[in-house]
């Protein structure tokens, strides 16, 4: 197919990327830095009555209003940020136990509290782990904005395909940004369907009288993840083989990471990359495999070790290679920096 | 008005006896708004979102589709749905605390913006079903588990549909019911569909028996709510 390139930001990206996976009802509340992606929606529902908006109150109101388009059949969706994202954890629980396809861009910022406005990667633990949850939900990270073209595509459709609540996490350097992007791939799209259809009864519940039938509810639920996983997860392994220093790195750190190597590989540096591309389900085995023969890992992320924890606890058994870390929470990372960091090792 | 004896045609008999405690309003206001639901044929159409509340009792209550929320939710799940399925009769349900307290942003909101839905909000002055605490409209002197010796405080309660009032659109109904006057009861939650159907906001607070929390016999709680009713003045505020 010929290449279609556009100059486009992030934040255009994924509204136009929502709209080519069929997404036709969002609910937002306002936050940096993922505002623009909402009034990018507004402008489009103003042009287009198929698709429904509405600017809610809270981002808790937010959430709710998405799962009742979900109930009648939308491909419904919604944006936030930070505190917001927060907040929207708690509708995000009830599509988790409900195992419905909520779709949520989270463009990450600095934490805690309301921190900064554009930038960090310390909302991982969130993304993954949120609410009262058990973590069944499929977290994307896309490292540039030619990924977050096709990931917000693909993430409509595992959520829909797979019945499950799914964010595509980024971040505002990734949406603020003005790049040309290739908008020529579309994905096909995966059907939706309503849940409430006239005069079949359905009684949707997230509160169990017995402890036995919300265990019960649980495994199954646990059983249908651990099959979707193995069709869901994603990781990109750069220049791996016979590394001797591999670098986690994820999402825009992932990126630098990866111009990081290709410098280093030039100039003679034994050095590759394990990125994963969904931050859970997480490629364990993609992990172990990359760490193979290395003697040292480099784990770089802009907090204070969120992404490090899980790489550590997924390598437990798997390596003897020490660990180095290069943890700059709440900013930015460059290439430059990750080279002199991999010099220095 | 037709108060009949039966249960409605779109109540699930199979889920019966109900789950709520004896001498329960809940009882009686399910019964009728399933009376409604009959009368203007619009079981297939209809959705109900119900609160983590004494009513999520209710999940299985009706023939009818259910979700249950989160407490306070219920508002903004009815509004999301009503979006998507404009054809649909919208029903959220939910108490004193979900509505006043934790879901009030949410209720006003959908007022003011005058979405087209029903909001039925059944007001016992307390919060049930953690067992009886203080809430935004416990009457003043009232003991509630968390006000032991009396609420003092904060004299004046929250009124729900005066507060609506203020900030929804003219054509929105609004109106305050009573389980001790069944007929006017039934004559609300109708129109207060039927707005809906016109395309507006509408909302009934109804009073209700708490006995299990009041620790009341069926005398005591009649004479709580005829108490109540001193307070919460019943009868249509926007019309």
């Known amino acids: ?345 | 008005m037709n108060i009949d004896p039966r249960y409605p045609n779109c109540i699930n008999i199979k889920s019966k006896p109900s789950n709520f405690c004896p001498g329960c309003g809940y009882g009686i206001i399910s019964k009728v708004i399933g009376q409604v639901i009959d009368e203007l044929e619009i079981a297939p159409r209809t959705v109900f979102t119900l609160d983590i509340g004494c009513n999520l009792l209710a999940w299985d209550y009706y023939k009818l589709d259910t979700i249950q929320t989160h407490h306070g939710r219920v508002t903004p799940l009815a509004v999301g749905y009503k979006r998507a399925k404009k054809d649909s009769v919208t029903i959220g349900i939910a108490g004193d605390g979900g509505l006043y307290a934790i879901g009030l942003q949410s209720f006003l909101h959908a007022a003011h913006r005058d979405d087209p839905i029903t909001i039925i909000g059944v007001n016992n002055t307390i919060y049930a079903m953690t067992g009886g605490q203080l809430g935004p409209t416990t009457l003043l002197g009232q003991a509630t588990d968390s006000s032991p010796e009396g609420k003092f405080t904060y004299p004046k309660p929250i009124f729900g549909p005066e507060l609506a009032h203020e900030v929804a659109d003219d054509k929105a109904y609004i109106a305050r019911a009573s389980v001790l006057n069944i007929p006017q009861m039934k004559q609300m939650l109708r129109q207060a569909i039927e707005r809906q159907a016109q395309g507006h906001f509408s909302f009934v607070e109804i009073l209700s028996f708490c006995p299990t929390n009041w620790k009341t016999d069926a005398k005591g709680s009649i004479e709580m709510i005829e108490k109540m009713e001193k307070t919460y003045k019943t009868g249509v505020i926007s019309g």
């Open chain 1, 1 to 345: 197919m010929p290449k279609k390139l556009e100059l486009l930001t992030g934040n255009d990206v994924v509204v136009k990327a929502a709209l080519l996976a069929g997404a036709d009802f969002f609910a937002g509340y306002p936050i940096t830095p993922s505002t623009e992606i909402m009034s990018g929606w507004a402008k489009e529902a103003a042009k287009n009555p198929k698709l429904e908006f509405l600017q809610t109150e809270d981002e808790t109101s937010a959430g709710m209003a998405t799962i009742g388009g979900l109930l009648a059949g939308k491909k419904a969706w919604t944006v936030t940020a930070g505190v917001g994202h927060v907040l929207i954890q708690d509708p995000m629980v009830l599509a988790e136990t409900l195992s419905m396809p909520f779709v949520m861009y989270v463009g990450q910022r600095g934490g805690p509290s309301t921190g900064t406005v554009i930038y960090s990667q310390q909302e991982l633990n969130l993304a993954r782990y949120g609410g009262n949850s058990e973590g069944l939900r499929v977290v994307y990270a896309p490292s540039n904005i030619q990924e977050l073209f096709e990931i917000t595509q693909k993430a409509f459709n595992t959520a829909w395909r797979y019945r499950i609540p799914t964010i595509i996490l980024g971040d505002g350097y990734l949406t603020k940004t003005l790049s040309p992007v290739d908008t020529s791939k579309v994905l096909p799209q995966e059907k939706s369907e309503a849940y409430f259809l006239n005069g079949e009864v359905k009684n949707l519940r997230n509160c169990f009288s017995r402890e036995e039938e919300l265990g019960s509810h649980l495994n199954k639920l646990f059983s249908r993840y651990a099959s979707a996983s193995k069709q869901i997860v994603e990781s990109e392994s750069y220049q791996a083989d016979g590394a001797e220093v591999i670098i986690f790195a994820w999402g825009t750190v992932g990126f630098a990471a990866k111009v990081a190597v290709a410098t280093l590989r030039k100039e003679g540096y034994k050095v590759g990359l394990f990125r994963p591309i969904t931050m859970r389900p997480f490629d364990d085995q993609g992990a172990i495999k990359a760490v193979k023969g290395a003697k040292k890992i480099l784990i770089v992320e802009s907090s204070g070790g969120q992404f490090g924890r899980i790489v550590r606890e997924t390598l437990t058994q798997s390596t003897d290679a020490d660990y180095v870390r290069l943890y700059k929470p709440a900013e930015g990372i460059t290439p430059e920096e990750i080279e002199e960091k991999v010099k220095e090792m």
